[in-house]
């Protein structure tokens, strides 16, 4: 089975900035499609950034421009670089891996993700 495990995470203040990580527990092509999501209290799950091969982009509509994606294919490592952080940014933070490269193009439907790891807090104030 595949692990993925989120880290850096933490509560920090409005402007401030963090960058999370995601240890994969498999060797990491660089075609295969990766994700970033986020999920707050009461509200569903959305995605925010995705990267596959050379291609990137960010999803979530306010995050654009502040957050970027990128990984390390050597350590195994996919990031998530989180600048001038606003108190709505508050979420649970979750990596995951698409089932096909395609999903990097559908919207980043959370059904096209089977592999997910179990989150990081960030908080903002």
């Known amino acids: 089975h595949v692990q993925l495990v989120e880290s850096g995470g933490g509560s920090v203040q409005t402007g401030g900035s963090l960058r999370l990580s995601c240890e994969i527990s498999?060797?990491?092509?660089?075609?295969?499609?990766m994700g970033w999501f986020r999920q707050a209290p009461g509200k569903e799950r959305e995605g925010v950034s995705w990267?596959?091969?050379?291609?990137?982009?960010d999803h979530a509509g306010p995050v654009k421009g502040r957050f970027t994606i990128s990984r390390d294919n050597a350590k195994a490592t996919l990031y998530l670089q989180m600048n001038s952080l606003k108190p709505e940014d508050t979420a649970m933070y979750y990596c995951?891996?698409?089932?096909?490269?395609?999903?990097?193009?559908?919207?980043?439907?959370?059904?096209?993700?089977?592999?997910w790891g179990q989150g990081t807090q960030v908080t903002v104030s």
């Open positions: 498999l060797y990491i092509y660089s075609s295969y499609c």
């Open positions: 990267i596959a091969g050379s291609s990137r982009n």
């Open positions: 995951a891996l698409a089932a096909r490269n395609e999903g990097c193009w559908a919207g980043l439907h959370t059904a096209d993700f089977p592999h």
